[in-house]
């Protein structure tokens, strides 16, 4: 039997009632949104990797090459192989690809009749210096950064290209 | 538009009759503040399960991965910190008010006929919640979780007949590993919560077909659960939360050091409501053990089993039910006095670190400025520079130097380039070791350069020896490295050498779990290692200038 003389204290039970809960609803799940979204406060600093020599290197014939990196997993720190498609563009100029299609990360190889590369899943092709010729391919080819130290690449982490393609 | 889609719920589900039924169920008109424990407890439960939920999502169900996950959970995700401490506090909040919701069935006399089963149940529940925290305990891995569940699982062991069967269960017959780790793991998060939930049902079940209990003599006409008594809960839930909440934020969830099983100083104790337990236990020796650990137990639980059939006259009010109030006092009483004496007894832990320890300037530098210290010898650089009383003055003094990094490694390798005319030769050393030189060339101060050129040779030839490994991908000195394994500040009070030489050797046959790959250096470099993490100060210099 709900007391019909006390409208206002049962308004104030009801209102209080949600109103709780909302807050600890609110303070569980906040933080619980905030933990699986945010990413982690990593403090591992990005490492360059002394891949290879490019004095072989030819002009317009790139390279698949594999390296060895560490990198932080979650909680780990692991030692993995990795591969890089490094192509001299110019005389002065030696880029290095990450080796994966920017559709849908298929692993492409370089063409050698059509000077291109090819990815095998929706031929979406790039040219040598990274740029959508053809298919689905959304942006150009994502680049390690790279820096030369004589001869020697030395590779840091994959940067996304942002252009459209 | 939203009635609507009710009604098609309620048509097809029947919904909003069943949460109606709940809601409007009748209560006793005497129903009150003191029923509200009961739900303040299934609140705890699903508070539990969420946060459980949520760790999870980051946690890696092995030892060592175990630990180093979960120091992820709480150093480098943000809010993780927060969730673990929900979910440990939790635990020992959902015990306080679990043995509240308990004390007040029996000062009210709520457990008496027709409720004998509910009570039942309800003792069932009780050490669900004890098997929580048990299991629970073992998961974080570190030290204190390792030698709980030795010390618990040793305890089972000396049941009578059963002993050697429950060990094996327990996946503990050699001793707490990565089998008993398993079956505690398994047990927390699969077996526990389905049973639990499927019991709470059941207590929840009686405790409506019953009703709740009236207090005595109470004839007054029922009232309505919602909204009044629902409030009374929620205010009740609210104020326990914000309770949790504060000790979350406020006090950090324990982590200590990786489980340790050769770690012979560590004194184990159980969590604080188990404390009693753990005192009741010094009273008996040799053969009379089980005394305390099963049969005193086994007995109190046996008691408050019987308590609905024994206590069967008029139900009394609950200020004239002195027999129950003087159980209740007496019980209080006995459990405070235990637990007091078992936390006085406890020794403090590490009292040697207040002595202290004199540090020389060379103890501080990174890892990498002590490897370049090891350059600056090999490469004979005191032929030509000064460096507190060695060395000849040829060269400029390198405490007065002003340059950077870039500057001096650009420097080592073609000075004339840089400075012409000068008559140093350039370093013949790879970027890496010119970088360790470059970082210990602008260490150099006046005021420390005597006690740098001091630094024993064998911990110089060490810190090189860790450069070159690259141990600081994993772990820190001196605040510097990668916190993935633990950190090596103070490894000489919590280590012998003899531990350290074998880890390098088989990291895994110390430290089951750990992640570290063994190191097979020849004697002369695996004494020099040792002799530099020996070498390290116990903690790290306070804010390392950047």
Redesign the interface.
Known sequence: ??EPAQPTR?RF??T??YG??T??SG??GL??V???L?P?????RDEWVEVTDISSLSLNQPEEITFRR?R?D????ISEKAAAWVARISEQEVVAYAPQCTHLGCAYHWDEKQKNFLCPCHTSTFGIDGKVLDGPAPRPLDRYQSKL?GTKLLLGPVVQSDEEG | MLRKLIDWLEHRTGIETTIKNFLYEEIPASAGWHQVLGSVALFFFL?QA??GV?LS??Y?PTPG?AH??L??IM??????R??RG?HHWGASMMIIVVALHMVQVLLWGAYRKPREATWLVGLVLLQLVLAFGLTGYLLPWDNRAYWGTVVTTQIASKAPVLGQYMLRLMGAENGVGVVTFARFYALHVMLLPLVTVGIIGIHVFLVRKHGVAPSAGDTA????FY??Q??KD??A??AA?VIL?TLAVTVQAPLGRLADPTDLSYIPRPEWYFLFLFETLKFFEGPLEIIGSMVLPGLALTALALLPFVDRGELRKVTRRTTAIAAVALGAIGWTSLTVAAIVTTPKEAAGQDEAEQIADWQILSAEELAGLGYFRKENCLACHTLGDKGKAIGPDLTASKRTAAWHISHFKRPQEVVPGSAMPPVSLA?PQLNALAAFVLKLKPNNAQSLVDAPQDVVDGAVIYQRQ?CG??HQVNGRG???GPPLNGVKDRRTRAWIIQHFRDPQKLSPGS?MPPYRFNDRDMERITNYLLALPDREPAAAEE
């Not at chain 1, 982690?40 to 591992?44: S, V």
């Not at chain 2, 150093?75 to 993780?80: A, D, P, W, Y």
């Not at chain 2, 006409?221 to 309505?224: D, E, N």
């Open positions: 039997m709900c049962r039970h009801i209080s009632i709780l809960w807050i600890i303070a569980l933080p619980a905030i933990y699986l945010l982690p406060r990593t403090r591992h560490t932080k979650g909680w780990k720190m130290e | 508070c969420f946060t949520m999502f980051n890696a991965d180093n996950s120091r992820y150093t480098e995700l943000t809010g993780g927060l969730i929900l006409p029922k009232k309505k909204p009044g629902v409030f929620t205010i839930i609210f939360f909440f970027d690259s991908a994993c990668i916190k993935v992640t």
